[in-house]
């Protein structure tokens, strides 16, 4: 199982702070509710939870179950470290692979952020050739 926990997190977009010191943990299994007026900084905080953006400061720490059964917080400074520790504990509870390929799933998701509009189309061509090698 997964806990989450958010300690001081901040995000700044340009000379606007959209997230200040945001301190948050969520047990494993707990089921969580973001609630507040638009532009409050609702997605913004889902979107550094799911690994899709990054933190300016602070820390995201997700704690999961090794091997030997012993709880370790990882300190996640590199959105794509979240994805694969979702991932991993995805395989570990049901025995299956989240996705087929890393590399497929990826570029899936890179596909639905474009199409969201979550980055442009010079940022999407950028991922697709740094993926593809």
């Given at each position: 199982?997964?806990?989450?926990?958010?300690?001081?997190?901040n995000k700044q977009l340009g000379g606007a702070r959209?997230?200040?010191?945001?301190?948050?943990?969520?047990?494993?299994?707990?089921?969580?509710?973001?609630?507040?007026?638009?532009?409050?900084?609702?997605?913004?905080?889902?979107?550094?939870?799911?690994?899709?953006?990054?933190?300016?400061?602070?820390?995201?720490?997700?704690?999961?179950?090794?091997?030997?059964?012993?709880?370790?917080?990882?300190?996640?400074?590199?959105?794509?470290?979240?994805?694969?520790?979702?991932?991993?504990?995805?395989?570990?509870?049901?025995?299956?692979?989240?996705?087929?390929?890393?590399?497929?799933?990826?570029?899936?998701?890179?596909?639905?952020?474009?199409?969201?509009?979550?980055?442009?189309?010079?940022?999407?061509?950028?991922?697709?050739?740094?993926?593809?090698?």
């Amino acid at each position: 199982m997964i806990k989450l926990k958010l300690d001081n997190v901040n995000k700044q977009l340009g000379g606007a702070r959209i997230l200040r010191d945001i301190n948050l943990e969520i047990a494993a299994g707990e089921f969580v509710v973001f609630v507040g007026p638009s532009g409050c900084g609702k997605s913004t905080l889902l979107r550094l939870i799911a690994g899709l953006d990054s933190i300016c400061a602070g820390d995201l720490l997700i704690e999961s179950a090794s091997e030997d059964g012993q709880q370790l917080f990882s300190d996640i400074r590199n959105p794509e470290q979240v994805q694969n520790m979702i991932h991993e504990a995805i395989h570990a509870r049901t025995g299956k692979s989240a996705d087929a390929s890393p590399v497929v799933a990826q570029l899936e998701r890179l596909e639905a952020m474009l199409l969201r509009g979550s980055i442009t189309q010079s940022e999407f061509d950028e991922q697709k050739r740094r993926l593809l090698g």
